[in-house]
């Protein structure tokens, strides 16, 4: 029966259409149970109703006509139920619902599973006989094990194939799901894009005996020239414009290009014989295996970097003259796997918004979107690129939803919602300058969290008064080795400098969870659980010292630095690590004394709140350090028990249940009693209803992505410090997350800030 079934969902999920799939699929089923009829009804949450879509024992005229409503039938009563049903006589249930045309009458026995994906009905699959029985155990075993493995494959088809279908009288129809990547809405022409040279497409040759080994050595040397000048127009032309570390995904190219890594890989395999395009080939697709064999999602996500990459060389190396195709004026780019250097190439070129069939919202084609201020869906179910090129699309950037050649009406819709946007965005921007202060005078600083050192200077002037959290660890990453003291110094200096009059907060290194380095791997089966952050550093205090002693060497003049421990469990890890700043501390003050007379400033040094013991230890801790930031983003994590990364548990996954928000109030108070000053760097603190919750709490700072410390300041300077305080008391009187976000949308909406969290103002 395994094989049976296996061999069912395979075919089924191998099929390219999705009615012929469930034609199939229905008399296997059928033929397997050996019984008189096997029926999917499909469910049609517009109508509210299941679709009889296949059927073996039916009559065919009746497919795509019967429709049983959500609690029609017996059908109805699987999908309502939303588990199996067997009767033995269904002619007498009362459920029973007549249908004349599908031609049952000698059906008696009825067998009906749900098909549940994502803990959405889908549908029900059916199985009926002539013979008054009940089904046995194992038969109804076997039809909800198979919806069960049905139900994705149906969810993918229907992505799919929904392309195909017909749009009815007038209304939208085409609606495809992903991941929302970046916020905003666009609507305009999809121009869907192809790599320009594919390097899948290159069959593996060695030059002939009289061919020159040189001469291929020169064509890739030239290529690399060639890639390398664009990738520096490239980062020009987007430096220009953007104001974060994203930059950096060109650094990650051209160090690919040193002769120390591709260049002299690819050499050696012209050296072998293999010509300029196969050595490439070999190379770039050796590198795609190593980094998809990678567990750190962060690196792997590189793999399309590295594609990207490879296809740019390989277009330098056939010289081929670049196609430009003719765009709109104004365009939505859609492709397979949109990249950083594709939204470098055409953002000047009237780039609306993206969307990437692959890739997260953690690929930098998402996080350069955001800094571009760009619309962006991830992750859109595979569908054939060709059928959306030229076609019109709206691109909801905020859900995820791309709704495709949209009738009149919905795009006015949209049209009316950009136009809000737009004013929105502009009135945000007028109060960069000004202080984060409420209408009824209580104010709050506002921070940055940055991790690398370019684009400090334009971050500045979003309006934000220092650097709340700057992560180290990215620049540990794309490396092969740690980081000298020298390298980090300098590093650490240009963010400092950044920032000469105002406190810069660095953490140190945190990696461990998802984070890892290619030269350090660490293999656990809970790794967030595990090594992590302080428990690595304090196990090596050569990486930590080093750290800490280049982070002191540069803020030597501007005497701004903080540091903060990540990850912090207990008291004794502050203490140790406290000794060890002492020691880089004193250290240096003697070296630097000694050498010029200078004398250098200690840090304060604060940590991270974001492993629950902590919440019990804070007395302890406030002894010990000058302040404290909430880490909102593990804390969720290790208090809810749900990996921050994991797609199946990212509904459990909220800032907003009631245990992480007394938790977060807690924090609070005992910080003000031990006079402590808290601030809180996690995703939380970039969200309208969070920011409301954490100034009423009494959090003195906040710390968010640059892009969205004007419309966090925007929001405190239009709400009432009181008011945030009654709703934070109704707030922590809620027992559900549900009703915790239901109160606080309607409460955004009444103060007139819906516009921060959907689409429109
Ligand atoms: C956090 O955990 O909230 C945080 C800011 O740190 P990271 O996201 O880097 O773990
Ligand atoms: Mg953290």
Not at 231 to 243: N, Y
Not at 442 to 463: D, T
Not at 590 to 595: I, N
Request: with cysteine.
């Amino acid at each position: 029966m395994l094989t049976t079934l296996r061999r069912i969902v395979l075919e089924f999920s191998q099929s390219s259409e999705l009615e012929c799939a469930l034609l199939r699929m229905v008399t296997q089923v059928r033929t397997a149970m050996n019984t008189d009829c096997c029926s999917v009804y499909l469910a049609d949450y517009q109508n509210q109703n299941f679709i009889l879509t296949a059927s073996d024992g039916l009559a065919e005229r009746a497919f795509g006509q019967t429709t049983l409503g959500f609690s029609e039938g017996l059908v109805g009563l699987v999908g309502q139920r939303e588990e199996p049903i067997n009767i033995a006589d269904a002619k007498n249930h009362p459920n029973f619902s007549h249908a004349p045309e599908v031609g049952e009458e000698e059906l008696s026995a009825f067998l009906g599973a749900p098909i549940i994906h994502q803990r959405k009905v889908l549908g029900v699959l059916a199985i009926q006989q002539k013979e008054t029985r009940g089904f046995t155990e194992e038969e109804e075993a076997f039809l909800v094990t198979l919806s069960v493995q049905l139900a994705t494959a149906i969810a993918n088809a229907e992505a799919r194939g929904i392309l195909g279908k017909k749009q009815d009288n007038g209304k939208w129809l085409k609606q495809l799901q992903g991941i929302a990547g970046a916020p905003g809405i666009a609507l305009g022409q999809m121009i869907t894009i192809q790599p320009k040279a594919d390097l899948a497409s290159i069959s593996l040759e060695k030059f002939g005996a009289n061919n020159n080994r040189d001469m291929q050595i020169e064509l890739f040397e030239n290529a690399v020239e060639e890639t390398r000048s664009d990738f520096v127009q490239m980062s020009i032309k987007l430096s220009e414009i953007i104001q974060d570390d994203s930059l950096h995904i060109f650094e990650f190219y051209k160090q690919l290009l040193e002769p120390t890594n591709l260049g002299h890989e690819i050499s050696d395999k012209i050296q072998l014989g293999w010509n300029a395009q196969s050595a490439l080939k070999l190379v770039i697709d050796h590198y795609i295996v190593k980094f998809e064999a990678l567990e750190d999602p962060y690196l792997r996500d590189r793999v399309s970097d590295i594609r990207d990459l490879g296809n740019r060389l390989l277009f330098n190396l056939q010289q081929q003259s670049q196609l430009d195709t003719q765009l709109p004026e104004q365009f939505i780019l859609v492709a397979e796997d949109v990249t950083a250097s594709m939204l470098a190439e055409y953002q000047h070129k009237g780039l609306q918004a993206i969307v990437s069939l692959c890739g997260s919202n953690n690929s930098h084609a998402a996080i350069l979107a955001r800094a571009l201020d760009l619309p962006a869906i991830m992750g859109v179910e595979s569908i054939p690129l060709g059928q959306l090129n030229n076609q019109v699309a709206i691109v909801d950037g905020y859900s995820g939803e791309l709704f495709i050649a949209p009738h009149q009406s919905l795009k006015n819709e949209y049209k009316l919602l950009i136009k809000e946007e737009l004013k929105l965005t502009k009135k945000v921007r007028e109060v960069t300058h000004l202080p984060t202060i409420t209408q009824d005078g209580r104010s709050i600083e506002l921070l940055l969290n940055a991790g690398l050192s370019s684009g400090f200077e334009h971050s500045k002037h979003l309006g934000a008064v220092g650097i709340g959290l700057y992560r180290t660890e990215i620049p540990f990453m794309n490396r092969s080795c740690f980081p000298t003291e020298q390298e980090q110094t300098h590093l650490y200096k240009a963010v400092l400098t950044a920032f000469p009059q105002q406190a810069v907060t660095m953490r140190t290194l945190d990696v461990g969870g998802d984070k890892t380095l290619p030269y350090f791997p660490i293999k656990e089966d809970n790794p967030f659980l595990g090594w992590r952050g302080i428990r690595i550093t304090l196990d090596h205090p050569e990486i930590f010292l080093v750290q800490v002693r280049a982070m002191i060497r540069a803020s030597c003049h501007t005497k701004n630095l903080e540091i903060m421990l990540p990850m912090i469990s207990n008291v004794t890890e502050v203490d140790d690590a406290i000794c060890l700043i002492n020691q880089a501390y004193f250290e240096l003050s003697s070296e630097f004394f000694l050498e010029n007379g200078q004398v250098l400033s200690r840090p304060k040094i604060g940590i991270m709140l974001e492993v629950p013991s902590v919440i019990f230890q804070l007395k302890e801790l406030a002894q010990r350090v000058d302040f404290f930031s909430v880490g909102s983003n593990d804390l969720t994590q290790y208090l809810l028990a749900v990996d921050r990364n994991n797609p199946r548990v990212a509904d459990l996954y909220d800032a907003y249940h009631p245990a992480v928000l007394k938790a977060l109030n807690t924090i609070a108070q005992e910080s003000a009693q031990y006079l402590i000053p808290l601030s809180l760097c996690g995703e939380l603190a970039s969200e309208p209803a969070g920011a409301l919750l954490l100034l009423a709490m009494g959090y003195d700072k906040l710390s968010m992505n640059p892009h969205n410390v004007p419309k966090i300041k925007w929001v405190i300077r239009h709400i009432n410090y009181h008011h945030s305080k009654i709703m934070l008391s109704h707030v922590l009187s809620f027992s559900t997350a549900q009703q915790v976000h239901s109160y606080l949308n309607e409460q955004l909406e009444q103060l007139g800030l819906g516009g921060f969290i959907r689409a429109g103002m």
